[in-house]
T-cell receptor
Framework: TQTVSQSDAHVTVFEGDSVELRCNYSYGGSIYLSWYIQHHGRGLQFLLKYYSGNPVVQGVNGFEAEFSKSDSSFHLRKASVHWSDSAVYFCAVSADSNYQLIWGSGTKLIIKP | EAAVTQSPRNKVTVTGGNVTLSCRQTNSHNYMYWYRQDTGHGLRLIHYSYGAGNLQIGDVPDGYKATRTTQEDFFLLLELASPSQTSLYFC??????????????FGAGTRLSVL
């Protein structure tokens, strides 16, 4: 059984700060990992994904995520956040043997001016 | 850009009421999904479909029916709504099974309240 954990329900930073949103998963086989963003009142939008190759993947709007097999993690990072990055961020995983996505509970990113 | 349209955006009904949520995608995608989103639970899959006339059961199907009438249209039916079905519902589409390196495209959501 796959599980996804986003340990931080809320993260608050100042505009211009760097940020890391954490995602940990449990599964022993080949997996797909992705991040989605949900702005207030809107549907989820794809940010980036990883399956194999370079463990650091680049997404839209300056976001990147790094896969770590040893830590079972896929943390999302941004070097300098903008107020428009305020949103809820969801991590999702799926196994090669079962393509259904399992979603984390989301992390709300709050940007202070 | 992929487009998924949900209607209505908001719906209030009473316990025992009959509700239909609609979803249309104009992406020519084969797969469509219905999720519910509740605080602390992330997204949970209710039903999905890989083509007109097809229906697959998701992780939380109890109390829900769904029907895929065309490649574009996917409906979620609550025939005897209960307060536990108060939630934010999302429809999504993808070209191939979600997760197999494919991107899901989401609608804006329908907020349902069952009184």
């Amino acid at each position: 059984t796959q599980t996804v954990s986003q340990s931080d329900a809320h993260v608050t930073v100042f505009e211009g700060d760097s940020v890391e949103l954490r995602c940990n998963y449990s599964y022993g086989g080949s997996i797909y990992l992705s991040w989605y963003i949900q702005h207030h009142g809107r549907g989820l939008q794809f940010l980036l994904k990883y399956y194999s190759g370079n463990p650091v993947v680049q997404g839209v709007n300056g976001f990147e995520a790094e896969f770590s097999k040893s830590d079972s993690s896929f943390h999302l990072r941004k070097a300098s956040v903008h107020w428009s990055d305020s949103a809820v961020y969801f991590c999702a995983v799926s196994a090669d043997s079962n393509y259904q996505l399992i979603w984390g509970s989301g992390t709300k990113l709050i940007i202070k001016p | 850009e992929a487009a998924v349209t949900q209607s209505p955006r908001n719906k209030v009904t009473v316990t025992g009421g009959n509700v239909t949520l609609s979803c249309r995608q104009t992406n020519s995608h084969n797969y469509m999904y219905w999720y519910r989103q509740d605080t602390g639970h992330g997204l949970r899959l209710i039903h999905y479909s890989y083509g007109a006339g097809n229906l697959q059961i998701g992780d939380v199907p109890d109390g829900y029916k769904a029907t895929r009438t065309t490649q574009e249209d996917f409906f979620l039916l609550l025939e005897l709504a209960s307060p536990s079905q108060t939630s934010l519902y999302f429809c999504a589409s993808s070209d191939a099974p979600g997760g197999r390196q494919n991107t899901l495209y989401f609608g804006a959501g329908t907020r349902l309240s069952v009184l």
